[in-house]
């Protein structure tokens, strides 16, 4: 899947000249990563992830692009609260920095020692299996609340919501998101992401954080966005919990 992102970025530059600036002009790309491990096996999935994300950097900052203020890269982890599942979120600026991204990891693995192939093998034995998807954060559906900070140590559970929608109803949900937590987020704050490259489109992700487990529980019984008509155009979802995992999240 990492590889057909990376060519379908290609070509939406020659096929679409103007893709780029009506996506990502007001909207933050961002890259997910949702990880799911076999059973039994987090411990030593997170020991080895965190191992090859730290050697990851190290690669990266020998040339000086993950650095603070100069293309600086995060990685954010969440751990799933309900299944052996992690999710992992890395937001750019553009398309060209999710092409670089993707140019400096395969350069990374190309290099990789006769023992790094094997525990690199032996990482991927561990996992189930992968999705990766590219997105656009929606500004004007997300909503951000003072003491709420999400992805932050304050608010470290999550819950989030997989909506894939009928084609064409795109407008109509976004505004109906837009609508609802508007009015019925109160001190809550709201993520919203629009699947750009990825399977089953179209899809929306809709992420909420809290300081507790209990406190999330509430938010999400306040936060039944996916009622009345537009169950009508509503073609399957899911949904979790999980918790940021600072152990694999990574920043400049």
């Known amino acids: 899947m990492k590889n057909l992102i990376f060519l379908c970025i290609h070509l939406l530059f020659f096929i679409t000249p103007n893709f780029e600036s009506r996506c990502a002009s007001t909207d933050t790309l961002w890259l997910i990563t949702e990880t799911f491990v076999k059973f039994g096996k987090k411990d030593a999935f997170e020991e080895a992830e965190s191992k090859n994300m730290l050697n990851f950097k190290k690669s990266f900052s020998e040339s000086g692009f993950w650095k603070a203020g100069n293309s600086s890269l995060s990685i954010f982890a969440l751990e799933g609260l309900d299944e052996p599942q992690y999710i992992f979120l890395t937001p750019f600026k553009d398309f060209a920095s999710v092409g670089n991204f993707f140019q400096k990891k395969e350069s990374f693995e190309k290099k990789f020692s006769l023992k790094e192939v094997q525990e690199s093998k032996a990482l991927h034995s561990m996992i189930n299996f992968s999705m990766q998807s590219l997105h656009s954060y929606l500004n004007e559906c997300s909503r951000s609340s003072e003491g709420n900070t999400f992805l932050s140590e304050k608010t470290p559970f999550i819950h989030y ?80 919990s999980a918790i940021l995992k600072q152990k694999l999240c990574l920043f400049p």
């Open 161 to 240: 919501w997989v909506i894939g929608i009928t084609f064409g109803n795109e407008d109509v949900f976004e505004k109906h998101l837009k609508q609802f937590f508007l009015q019925n987020t109160g001190a809550y704050s709201i993520n919203v992401w629009k699947v750009l490259l990825g399977a089953d489109n179209p899809k929306y992700i809709i992420m909420t954080s809290a300081t507790s487990k209990d406190a999330l529980e509430k938010q999400i019984s306040d936060l039944a966005f996916i009622k009345g008509s537009i169950k009508d155009i509503v073609r399957n979802q899911r949904e979790g």
